[in-house]
């Protein structure tokens, strides 16, 4: 027993190197609160700086380093120093590539025990990290972390290029490589570059069609898992993005983000040929064809462009001759919603005194083809 205690008062030397200053450490379980005050009376060599007591000396000393900064172990590889040799041998595991501890379901290696019983959860489905905003459930106390900051908005790592800002400093080094070019990795299906790795993964799902993303509501499939968790809340009804202004829900944060701007007015995508701005990107998109010229849509049947899709759908109407729209008076129908309204002034002028007026607007739609004869 007393062995024990000592492993894990000097586990505790170890980690007080990797707590920074002024920062809180990971609350303990209440049965370790329990031990912990227990051995606190036998506990009786003081650390005169941070007031923590050590069952021994030699304790106490291998403490004191970590507030002298004093670093007798180093890496003969790189060169990093260390204030406990047993930090320095788990140290030297990553350039001899030794990973001791392995998952018996997968087979997985991993550097650190810590590391394999954080990945053990994937397998059982444990997720003992609770956020208390929303509820939300995470494996590891890092990511519970990491997603706190989209509840407080906190998002301190600005790129330098574009000042965009983000939560997350491995998110921050994902965006920089759009200003620099870097796009290292290549699908070999199509040549096709991308900025990351998983990138490339996600990507090439498109060529091979995998879907690993089951609906556990319907029989529906998705490619990428973020899909699936939108999908699903159509199941659910769940919308957990609520405006701050208004109240109103949202099932997909960037729909909130959209709405959002109404009430700030924020209009952040200006077009680059003149000085107007757009609250959405799609519509900075459409707007910047005026200037460019482009028209990307092209009807089928007649080789018409057209710079919006909702143009090309409504021009191929013509072709098709389908009728959306249909009069409820008659029961004529119309490709077009403004010709439905034009035959529909037929019916407000039919009484005696507007029979002139009936008259006039007779021969106009007559030529639109747009009453019955």
């Not at 087979?107 to 059982?124: G, P, Q």
């Not at 040549?191 to 556990?216: D, M, V, W």
């Amino acid at each position: 027993m007393e062995k024990n205690e000592e492993i894990e008062e000097l586990s505790e030397v170890e980690e007080e190197r990797h707590v920074k200053y002024g920062e809180k450490p990971f609350s303990r379980s209440k049965t370790k609160k329990k031990t912990f005050l227990k051995n606190r009376a036998k506990k009786s060599f003081l650390c005169t700086q941070c007031e923590k007591r050590f069952s021994s000396k030699r304790y106490l000393q291998l403490h004191t380093r970590v507030h002298t900064e004093e670093e007798l172990f180093t890496c003969d590889m790189c060169g990093k120093s260390f204030t406990q040799s047993t930090t320095l041998k788990r140290h030297m595991m990553i350039h001899t590539g030794e990973k001791p501890f392995m998952c018996d379901q997968c087979e997985k290696r991993f550097l650190n025990k810590s590391h394999l019983e954080t990945h053990m959860r994937i397998h059982t489905g444990e997720k003992p990290f609770t956020c208390d905003q929303c509820g939300r459930a995470f494996a590891c106390a890092s990511n519970l972390k990491k997603h706190l900051k989209v509840h407080t908005k906190e998002k301190p790592h600005s790129c330098s290029v574009c000042g965009k800002s983000f939560s997350l400093l491995q998110s921050l080094h994902s965006h920089q490589k759009i200003h620099i070019g870097v796009r290292a990795y290549l699908c070999f299906e199509c040549e096709k570059t991308f900025i990351s790795a998983n990138q490339l993964k996600l990507h090439q799902r498109i060529h091979t069609g995998e879907k690993p993303y089951k609906c556990s509501h319907c029989n529906e499939r998705f490619s990428v898992s973020v899909n699936l968790k939108t999908h699903e809340r159509i199941h659910t009804g769940e919308k957990p993005f609520k405006c701050s202004h208004c109240n109103k829900r949202f099932s997909v944060s960037t729909s909130l983000k959209t709405h959002e701007r109404i009430h700030t007015g924020e209009k952040p995508y200006k077009c680059s040929h003149c000085n107007e701005r757009f609250s959405v990107s799609a519509n900075l998109k459409t707007h910047e064809r005026i200037h460019t010229g482009e028209k990307p849509y092209k009807c089928s049947h007649c080789n018409k462009r057209f710079s919006q899709s909702t143009n090309l759908k409504t021009h191929e109407r013509i072709h098709s001759r389908e009728k959306l729209h249909t009069c409820d008076q008659y029961g004529k129908s119309f490709s077009f919603k403004t010709h439905l309204k034009l035959h529909m002034k037929i019916h407000e002028v039919e009484k005696p005194h507007h029979r002139s007026l009936r008259s006039r607007l007779v021969v106009h739609l007559y030529v639109l083809n747009l009453i019955i004869v």
